[in-house]
């Protein structure tokens, strides 16, 4: 597993004036597949199962989000909402 994978999805962070600002249709499950073939997916779903358990990981030591807005928690909440978006949507299968 690549925790490093993570850094994809936490792109969207330096953007995001709030986590909460982040929000998933139904035309985000489609974009996604179309933007991202299943075995990039599959390793992104692998490191957010990480992330759902190592929540007091320091997700902020990745290079480039060291300065990044958010506190730690709030990026734990931004990834554990991917996560379920994943989860709900399939998105690590087919």
């Known amino acids: 597993m690549k925790k490093e994978a993570l850094m994809d999805p936490m792109y969207r962070l330096h953007y ?29 779903f692998e490191a ?12 902020k030591s990745f290079p480039t989000y060291e300065d990044v807005r958010h506190t730690n928690a709030e990026i734990f909440r931004f990834l554990k909402g991917f996560y379920e978006f994943n989860k709900e949507n399939k998105l690590n299968e087919y």
Do not use: C, G, T
Request: overall charge negative; aromatic content about 14%.
């Open 16 to 44: 995001l004036q709030s986590v909460d600002d982040q929000q998933y249709h139904k035309d985000s499950a489609k974009s996604y597949r179309r933007d991202y073939e299943l075995k990039e997916r599959q390793e992104i």
């Open 48 to 59: 957010l199962e990480w992330a759902m358990e190592n929540p007091n990981y320091d997700f």
